[in-house]
């Protein structure tokens, strides 16, 4: 991923929502915008797939050719998700993740290209925001992986998987602090091997390139996510397994 070529972005408004968008798919999101907001054309799309999350998400086409999307209405969790649930400041989260995303992309982490952020006005502090991200075809969150896995080798080839993801989110710097098992997606990678993305960018923060403190907290906080669904869900998540990942993460 090394020399990936950046997408040229546009900034323009619709009304009072604010746009950054992919020049490529400006078009048709003006025309979505120009009827309602972009994660309500979502949701009602008759070929939307829903996928779960804080909130649901819908993978959709967008018009003007601009190809299929995630859609998703920006949320807050924790003890903030009681103040403010979808309220947000400028700048709003679709920026952050814009900028980290393509921080990452050009560092060789594996992250869906951002198609584009809208933010919608409520009073003059606060807006509400939706993000579009480029679909990443046939892929499974970790949690399903895992609960899938009926054999030794397609164990070791998730788990390995995994330990590249946390190696590129260390030798870029990127401190995730949300990182769990539902924001890696794992698809088919060239030959038998898979291939980890790391979804949900908005809240990584960039520090030393190469930091072991910021491999060591990565590992623990997915460490925390696997542990979590073994004991709540049952995920098949050995002793084992952990040592492995442990060990493989810091090669």
């Known amino acids: 991923m090394i ?40 949701a009602r799309q008759p070929d939307a797939v829903p996928l779960v999350g804080r909130a649901p998400v819908f993978a959709v086409n967008l018009p003007g050719g601009c190809g299929r999307v995630v859609v998703r209405h920006n949320m807050r969790g924790g003890w903030m998700a009681k103040v403010s649930k979808d309220l947000f400041v400028l700048p709003t989260r679709g920026f952050r993740e814009l900028i980290a995303s393509l921080r990452l992309r050009a560092s060789g982490v594996s992250t869906p290209e951002v198609v584009a952020y809208v933010s919608y006005p409520i009073n003059w502090a606060f807006r509400r925001s939706d993000v579009a991200t480029r679909e990443i075809p046939n892929g499974h969150d970790l949690s399903v992986a895992l609960a899938k896995i009926t054999d030794h080798a397609h164990r070791v080839m998730v788990l390995d998987a995994i330990a590249k993801l946390l190696r590129d989110l260390a030798q870029a710097g990127a401190h995730h602090p949300d990182l769990n098992l539902k924001n890696v997606l794992l698809t088919a990678g060239e030959g038998p091997d898979l ?28 460490i925390r996510s696997l542990r979590k669904w073994r004991d709540l869900h049952e995920l098949p998540y050995s002793a084992e397994d952990e040592e492995y990942l442990r060990l493989r993460s810091i090669e």
């Not at 020049?23 to 120009?34: F, H, M």
């Not at 291939?195 to 809240?203: G, I, K, P, S, Y």
């Open 3 to 42: 020399g990936l070529a950046i997408p040229s972005y546009e900034r323009f408004q619709v009304g009072g929502a604010r746009v950054v968008a992919v020049k490529v798919c400006s078009a048709g999101i003006r025309e979505v915008l120009e009827k309602e907001r972009l994660y309500e054309y979502a």
């Open 195 to 222: 291939e980890a993305h790391v979804l949900d960018v908005d809240r990584v923060r960039f520090t030393s390139p190469g930091s072991p403190i910021v491999a060591k907290a990565n590992l623990d906080r997915l």
